[in-house]
């Protein structure tokens, strides 16, 4: 199912919790609870403004971000869980992992 | 009967929430809880900005989208359950789902 | 009694719950709760924006609106229960009511 | 004491709530709770606006006006207790009440 | 002590709160709890606008002044109990008082 | 340490409260809980407004002010407890204290 | 890994808190709750302002801030914790420190 987001709001898919074993590999960690970093699958065309123009957001599809542990509306699917987030409340956006690019 | 929500009032008739038997058979899931994608019937003329003007809503009818589980007035339109939601509740609208044209 | 709503108020009389006997007659439900459908019996001059203009209303003398179930402030008017509702609170507008036409 | 209400706030004299005998004569009615309405004895030069400029008020002195029944900060005046309204809080202005025309 | 008060804040300091005795004579009542009037001991530059410019205060040093029994801050002067005020919570200005002008 | 606050952030050293013996001597007095009045060590360049630019403060460096009790957050610097207090919260400028200048 | 942060968000690194031995050295201070001061790492392109365009931040990388306690999200960088503040709860910029260059 392709979904658009409204406005300011982006379509995030979580990324799973990593830990680094004493050897170096990162594998996921079920214990640390929800993730806090997501991939973007879409965004809104822009936050509506007080005069009915609307500004263009600041990530795009394919970036990876992080957010707050409560932040945005967890939606299915077809079968997945992602996140509809507020842009207002993604924290930053990766700009660089070496520790991903390792794993990968 | 007809009616026009005000502003940026959206009209929205719930869809049932489906799941798919192993055969890959799409079924109503009465399970699920309140259903939270719906159908635009209905939209108002816009959102009334800070000097009096509107902006025209980003939804038409015939839309499907997607909203919270809280969001909206529920109210009785010829014996059927309809939602009266603020455009700014709807997280996304559904532009592509491969199930349902399959289901179709 | 005849009283003029200030600003974006809107005078609204309650119009009874109605429920379909199997006959098909139009009948009053007392048990249903408060109606959230009424009609307008006066509407104000206008809302107050930021710059002390006024944007007028989107609803007239006449209109049949429904409203949330709490919304607005009840009164006497020669002894009737009338409810003075802010435009903000209207959740729509009745344009045809094909039920109704037929009871009249 | 002659006193000026500040910006857009209104001084208003409650107006005992009335009941009619069956004879038509309207009296009093103490059983009533606090009375709504009332006369507007003073107000105010106008609602400060963001630009600093003020919008002049939409009620003037001799108006009787309806209010909530928690609006507005009681005071006493020479013995007699007022109410001190913000304009916003009132709901309508009483533009013409027969029953009073005869019971005067 | 002289203090300037910031923006739009006032410093007031209380009015006795005054009865009448069945003689006409007007004397301090203790009991009344806190008086609500005051007198104007300086005024702020005034109220900061969203542009960054001031709106010049309606009250002025000298006015009797009424307002909310809970308003401002209480702070201690020389000795004296002052209140700082906001502008927006001082509710009307005396204009006249007949009955202080016989007991002076 | 010097440190720049942000802002419309101020600076504020508290100063010790005083009461002054039958003697009229001025004395530091312990038992009257935290002082709401301090001296300015640094203010902020300026309130950011709406439009992104600044507006001045009103108050600088070695003026005297009044606050409310529970104004801003307490911090340590070199040792000392001083204050960062937005100015908004501040409620008075001290402009000249008899007091103070005899017990000098 | 190196973040962006958005819009008005700052990334910092909490620094340890220090306490000075009665022979002048400076240890980090376990006791001290956490730690309220900290060296920025990155800063957002700026506030977002109502009409679209962003105001520069007043904060820079490796500026030293003081900020509240509970200001920020907490994040973990490559296994260490860094907070994501907005710059509306930075305190103020440590513009010297003689203590810390004394200790460097």
Same mark, same amino acid.
């Given at each position: 199912?392709?979904?658009? *987001?409204? @406005?300011?709001?982006?379509? /995030?898919?979580?990324? *799973?919790?990593?830990?680094?074993?004493?050897?170096?590999?990162?594998? *996921?960690? &079920?214990? $640390?609870? &929800?993730?806090?970093?997501?991939? /973007?699958? $879409?965004?809104? *065309?822009? &936050?509506?403004?007080? %005069?009915?123009?609307? $500004?263009?957001? $600041?990530? &795009?599809?394919?970036?990876?971000?992080?957010?707050?542990? @409560? =932040?945005?509306?967890?939606?299915?699917?077809?079968?997945?869980?992602?996140?509809?987030?507020?842009?207002?409340?993604?924290?930053? !956006? !990766?700009?660089? %992992? !070496?520790?991903?690019?390792?794993? =990968?």
């Amino acid at each position: 199912m392709r979904i658009r *987001p409204m @406005y300011d709001r982006v379509v /995030v898919r979580r990324l *799973p919790v990593e830990t680094k074993t004493s050897g170096g590999i990162v594998i *996921p960690d &079920k214990s $640390a609870g &929800k993730s806090t970093r997501g991939e /973007v699958l $879409a965004v809104g *065309p822009g &936050k509506l403004l007080d %005069d009915g123009t609307t $500004a263009t957001l $600041a990530v &795009k599809t394919g970036d990876q971000v992080l957010f707050g542990e @409560y =932040a945005g509306t967890e939606i299915s699917l077809d079968g997945d869980k992602v996140l509809i987030i507020k842009e207002q409340d993604i924290l930053a !956006v !990766v700009e660089e %992992d !070496v520790e991903q690019e390792k794993a =990968a």
